[in-house]
């Protein structure tokens, strides 16, 4: 089974620029889950998505990212413009129930926004 | 608010040691208590799991506690070995069920 795949794997841009991340879940898995990890800290919470529905985008820092998941297969995270507390790794998981449930990580894509 | 704190940041064994690293939540609902293991440049994977009916769960070297009373939960690593050398998270569902939300992680590191 393929695990949870994400491109690119890394990403250096310029401030104010425009970045799309891409991921694809576990086939079969109804949830997909973006988180971000900034310069060690923890990794935090961006949004939900069940299906092609967001469910939850508490997480998400405010208007320049935009998430979407047509179809209800891969996600794209876009972020624009970019400024340079964006930079960090963002990890995709997938799970096949609700969160409760074992969420699979992709290798995460790492942004540097310089 | 919901809320995960984890220590310590940073662990120092030496091989064959034994290594525990804690957490501790805010939401007394959460009912499943993961931990994820990040190798570095790799992706966090899931290393055990616990839920809310059951205090401890074993894995060969790995084994997870739960005290539901004090809300804390706490990894335990016996005979290190320094391939266990990763930065470890915790993690507890928010109150919505619609994510988890990770400790700040701590650096394991073993030294043979």
């Known amino acids: 089974e393929a695990g949870v795949t994400q491109f690119p794997s890394h990403s250096v841009i310029e401030k104010g620029q425009t970045v799309t991340l891409r991921c694809d879940p576990i086939?079969?898995?109804?949830?997909l889950y973006w988180y971000r990890r900034v310069m060690g800290k923890e990794i935090k919470f961006l949004l939900h998505?069940?299906?092609?529905?967001?469910?939850?985008e508490s997480g998400m820092p405010n208007n320049r990212f935009l998430a979407e998941r047509t179809g209800g297969t891969y996600s794209t995270l876009k972020v624009q413009p970019a400024e340079l507390e964006d930079s960090g790794v963002y990890f995709c998981?997938?799970?096949?129930?609700?969160?409760?449930?074992?969420?699979?990580f992709g290798p995460g894509t790492r942004l540097l926004v310089l | 608010g919901e809320n995960v704190e984890q220590h310590p940041s940073t662990l120092s064994v030496q091989e064959g040691d034994s290594a525990v690293i804690k957490c501790t939540y805010s939401?007394?609902?959460?009912?499943?208590f993961p931990w994820y293991k990040q190798e570095l440049g790799k992706r966090p994977q899931l290393i055990i799991d616990?839920?809310?009916?059951?205090g401890e769960k074993k894995d060969q070297r790995i084994a997870v506690t739960l005290n539901k009373t004090a809300k804390h939960f706490s990894l335990h690593i016996t005979e290190t070995q320094p391939e266990d050398s990763a930065v470890y998270f915790c993690?507890?569902?928010?109150?919505?069920?619609?994510?988890?939300?990770f400790g700040k992680g701590t650096t394991l590191s073993v030294s043979s």
């Open positions: 086939s079969g898995h109804d949830n």
């Open positions: 993690a507890a569902p928010n109150q919505a069920g619609t994510a988890l939300i």
């Open positions: 616990i839920r809310s009916n059951v």
């Open positions: 998505f069940v299906k092609e529905s967001k469910q939850d």
């Open positions: 939401d007394s609902a959460s009912n499943y």
């Open positions: 998981a997938s799970s096949q129930w609700t969160s409760d449930e074992t969420q699979y």
